[in-house]
Nanobody, 123 residues
Framework: QLQASGGGLVQAGGSLRLSCAASGRTFSSYHMGWFRQAPGKEREFVAAINWSGGSTYSADSVKGRFTISRDNAKNTVYLQMNSLKPEDTAVYYC??????????????????WGQGTQVTVSS
């Protein structure tokens, strides 16, 4: 089970840190991803991190502004979002992919999803 938190309303240029807490003892065996979905749009990839935290990848739209990280001791993955823009407004979801292979940019490759947390950036 994944529980996302940390969303809210922020002005453009501001920062937020999203957290996603996982239950269970096998968190460290899962690759983790963050996705977002704006109204009327498809769910899109934001960032991913492999099981150990040693490899990450971010979408071009957030590269240099967002950072994904994880703490396996706390069963938690984070998304630090800086220099937020109005176009970052969306519901943000964390997701887990079984550890075989590598992380993925495709939502359909992730078996477990959090409930989503709303991020709203005002101009």
């Amino acid at each position: 089970q994944l529980q996302a938190s940390g969303g809210g309303l922020v002005q453009a240029g501001g920062s937020l840190r999203l957290s996603c807490a996982a239950s269970g003892r096998t968190f460290s065996s899962y690759h983790m991803g963050w996705f977002r979905q704006a109204p009327g749009k498809e769910r899109e990839f934001v960032a991913a991190i492999n099981w150990s935290g040693g490899s990450t990848y971010s979408a071009d739209s957030v590269k240099g502004r967002f950072t994904i990280s994880r703490d396996n001791a706390k069963n938690t993955v984070y998304l630090q979002m800086n220099s937020l823009k109005p176009e970052d407004t969306a519901v943000y979801y964390c997701a887990a992919k079984a550890g075989s292979g590598y992380y993925s940019l495709r939502p359909r490759d992730y078996a477990y999803w959090g409930q989503g947390t709303q991020v709203t950036v005002s101009s």
